[in-house]
């Protein structure tokens, strides 16, 4: 079977008794270096497309703030938002991937081992047909039962009804988030990482369209509709490459033939067992904080929800690059190669601490400035600015936990097999954010929620990083604290000489511009002084990407996009 350039590095750099040889460990250098320059333009490419879905849900929340305002109505449509929130994580983002992307890496490693049949067909023969009602069945349950969600979310809610309406809109997410997250997690495990990183520029455009376009008869409604919209796009804009790849098999006889092996249906169950329960019980931390913050007066879940939304922008985009090295350490684990998983997934943490510490310190710096530019404007007035920076700020100081738990969390899962201990972790946490919350939800309100959340977050990493070894990838836990606590200083540091610079300008544009740059001056500098481990991998990937831009090659070589 002719593979992509990555395919090869992949399986080259797999240990063999050849590689004593100089010409195979030049072979192996070389497709070593073929691996990591096709990972970089894949993290390249997924950043660049999650910018712009992030952008475009900032100009979704943007969008809600200026039709709608901050109040009963956008209180209402956000406890219905719980639904997506909900179905994105457990279906698209940690849940399914967790157990999906494994599973086709190990499909994808015995068909190039010489399988019968094809593997990989036979394993989506074998999976989709019972998810599939699945996601229908559930979808229903939360249309029918839509009343009592939202009495339970939000017992002090004024519009009810308002909230049982969006609930049941939003309820077919269920569905197409369920096919969506199916889709994504396959072509990742392919090593095609265009259409899955698209998925949320599509899903944005769909619920904008629908607010500007049916906002003046369905009011908020119109937001929940595009959010059911927004969920088939998500399908679309990935199906036609899923069936591409199910096509391509050079040996195939085109007869699908499952493996007959009756152990794996109870593995397969265990395992969706346990990352969805993980999902599950990490997103209810958003249950918890629209809980207390029901009883508040208006406009308390709104702000948390905004606050939430821009302080994790940071993070989302850190986790990209663990979002493409994924498949890469369930194919490692796939192929016995558990050194080459350890120093992926080691490497990765650090990256991605780097990465979101320098965006939590910039929040921290000129949070009030950032709400201003992005959402002060027709209904969303300066009180609503000065309530939601300040959220955000605390907020922040969570990135770190919820970056890292999102990092260990797939080495949890990258053999493909059931693991209880980061349900355990996760649980710990949320015990921890509902008692600080209810402590502190009295004299704090919002503020004492948003720092339940971070404490709670902090606590799961904290945990999970403690049980690294033989549970999961065997990462060197010193190693990794250490790499996590330079940058932290770093961060320390740049926040707060950045929040002093930011003050000393009246317009926010000119405030902001002043305070991030002296937080990426500040951070970079304390950086490279402290060998922060990520500084230097980061600068040489700006520089790169300059050059690529001058220059006119940015993107894949023409070889790399051809199907297999």
């Known amino acids: 079977m002719k593979g992509t ?4 590095a992949d399986e080259a750099s797999v240990p063999s008794a050849r590689t004593a040889a100089p010409d195979a460990d030049r072979a192996t250098s070389a497709a070593g270096r073929s691996s990591g320059r096709f990972l970089a ?10 910018v712009a879905g992030s952008v475009l849900g900032l100009a979704r929340d943007q969008a809600l703030a200026r039709l709608f305002g901050a109040g009963g109505e956008t209180d209402a449509f956000l406890v219905a938002w719980t639904v997506p929130e909900f179905a994105a994580t457990l279906l698209i983002e940690d849940g399914l991937a967790f157990a999906l992307v494994p599973m086709f890496s190990l499909a994808l490693a015995r068909r190039a081992q010489g399988a019968p049949g094809d593997p990989v067909r036979a394993l989506v023969a074998s999976t989709l047909p019972r998810l599939a009602p699945a996601f229908v069945a559930v979808g229903a349950l939360v249309v029918v039962c839509a009343p009592q969600l939202v009495g339970a979310m939000a017992p002090g809610l004024p519009e009810h009804a308002l909230a049982v309406d969006c609930t049941r809109l939003t309820a077919t997410c269920v569905v197409s988030f369920g096919l969506a997250g199916y889709c994504s997690a396959a072509l990742r495990a392919h090593r095609r990482f265009l259409a899955p990183a698209a998925i949320y520029v599509v899903y944005n455009t769909g619920i904008i369209t629908a607010m500007f376009v049916l906002g003046g008869r369905w009011g908020v409604r119109s937001a929940a ?3 059911a919209a927004g969920g088939v796009l998500m399908v679309a804009a990935q199906l036609p490459s899923l069936l591409r790849q199910l096509r391509r098999r050079d040996d ?11 152990r794996a249906r109870p593995l397969a169950l265990a395992l969706f067992t346990t990352v969805l329960l993980f999902a599950l019980c990490r997103q209810s931390q958003v249950l918890i904080e629209r809980f207390l913050a029901s009883g508040l007066p208006s406009g308390a879940i709104s702000h948390l929800n905004y606050a939430q939304k821009v302080a994790q922008i940071p993070m989302t985009l850190s986790l990209m690059l663990c979002t493409v090295t994924f498949p890469v350490v369930a194919r490692a684990m796939a192929d016995g190669d558990t050194e080459r998983a350890r120093d992926r997934v080691e490497r990765d943490v650090a990256l991605a601490a780097c990465l979101v510490l320098l965006g939590a310190a910039t929040v921290v710096a000129c949070a009030p400035q950032i709400i201003e530019l992005l959402l002060q404007r027709g209904a969303f007035t300066a009180a609503d600015t000065a309530a939601t920076a300040s959220v955000m700020r605390v907020y922040a100081l969570g990135l770190l936990g919820q970056t890292v738990v999102g990092a260990l969390a797939r080495s949890y899962f990258s053999a493909g097999r059931a693991s209880w201990y980061p349900l ?14 209810a402590y502190a939800v009295g004299p704090w309100a919002v503020t004492g929620i948003a720092a339940a959340n971070a404490a709670g977050i902090t606590v799961t990493a904290a945990v999970l990083l403690a049980g690294m070894g033989p549970r999961s990838v065997p990462v060197r836990v010193r190693r990794v604290l250490g790499d996590l606590g330079r940058p932290v200083t770093a961060a320390t540091a740049a926040s707060v000489a950045g929040a002093l610079v930011a003050g000393r300008f009246a317009v926010p544009a000119v405030s902001l511009a002043a305070g991030s740059a002296v937080v990426v001056g500040v951070y970079v500098l304390l950086g490279r002084v402290l060998r922060v481990q990520g500084i230097a991998p980061a600068l040489d990937s700006v520089r790169s990407v300059t050059r690529r831009l001058i220059h006119g090659r940015f993107g ?5 996009r051809r199907p297999r």
């Open 5 to 8: 350039p990555l395919r090869a």
């Open 41 to 50: 333009r894949a993290a390249l490419l997924t950043a660049v497309l999650s």
């Open 225 to 227: 509709a595009g959010v």
């Open 252 to 262: 195939d006889d085109g007869e699908v033939r499952p493996v007959p092996d009756d």
């Open 424 to 437: 355990g972790a996760m649980a710990v946490g949320i015990a921890a954010t509902a008692g600080i919350g």
């Open 556 to 560: 894949f070589s023409s070889r790399s």
